[in-house]
């Protein structure tokens, strides 16, 4: 179990630029969750996995926000024509399909948009 | 849906005093309950859940919460607090596992 990875951890962009993260779930986890994370407030949900289907969006994740999730295993977060207000911090989490015992979070990716 | 409320944004305690971070939840089914941890520039760390039985649910670190569901609340405490335990705490609310509300989270100060 290595936990769940995301990279990068920090990204710098300009605005109006296009920015990928990723994130690697525990392996044996089929769900996989998105959030958002503010400065001085709690992580907001933006989507969820279930292997490879997503199951759920919020109102949050405008047209400019994409998540794939091919074959089930790693995700990736892409934002296109990046705003300054899209600066946050990026948390990917996984759980197994029941979700009871909580979620595993991973270091989560800051971007910054100048 | 549901929402969490921590009253609190900061609480400053002195090492070995005990420690109580207040959780108030509002939702119209029954929910789930978790506390997670956040150290400087980490991810969110799970401290403890309720999901049924006994209301006083313990967990890592020495932390424990009660779930009250008359006061829909879901309080922490820790009876002795080390300056380790600096850092951000969030209550979190979730009525099927598929998403999880969080509150803003309290930052927990220990001065020595």
């Known amino acids: 179990d290595t936990g769940v990875s995301q990279d990068p951890r920090h990204k710098i962009t300009k605005r109006g630029q296009n920015v990928t993260f990723r994130c690697d779930p525990i392996?044996?986890?089929?769900?996989l969750y998105w959030y958002r994370q503010t400065l001085g407030q709690g992580p907001e949900f933006l989507t969820y996995?279930?292997?490879?289907?997503?199951?759920?969006k919020s109102r949050l994740l405008s047209d400019r926000f994409s998540a794939e999730r091919p074959k089930g295993s790693f995700s990736t977060l892409e934002i296109q024509r990046t705003e300054q207000g899209d600066s946050a911090m990026y948390l990917c989490?996984?759980?197994?399909?029941?979700?009871?015992?909580?979620?595993?979070f991973g270091s989560g990716t800051r971007l910054t948009v100048v | 849906a549901q929402s969490v409320t921590q009253l609190d944004s900061q609480v400053p305690v002195f090492e070995e005093a005990p420690v109580e971070l207040r959780c108030n939840y509002s939702?119209?089914?029954?929910?789930?309950l978790f506390w997670y941890v956040q150290y400087p520039n980490q991810g969110l760390q799970l401290l403890l859940k309720?999901?049924?039985?006994?209301?006083l649910v313990k967990g890592i670190n020495g932390f424990e919460a009660e779930f009250n569901k008359s006061q829909t609340s879901f309080h922490l405490r820790k009876p002795s607090v080390h300056i380790s335990d600096t850092a951000e705490y969030f209550c979190?609310?979730?009525?099927?596992?598929?998403?999880?509300?969080f509150g803003s989270g309290t930052k927990l100060n220990v001065k020595p």
């Open positions: 989490a996984s759980s197994r399909e029941e979700g009871a015992g909580g979620y595993t």
């Open positions: 979190a609310v979730s009525g099927n596992f598929n998403k999880f509300y």
């Open positions: 392996s044996e986890h089929n769900r």
């Open positions: 996995f279930q292997n490879e289907a997503q199951l759920e």
């Open positions: 309720y999901l049924s039985g006994s209301t």
């Open positions: 939702s119209s089914v029954s929910v789930y």
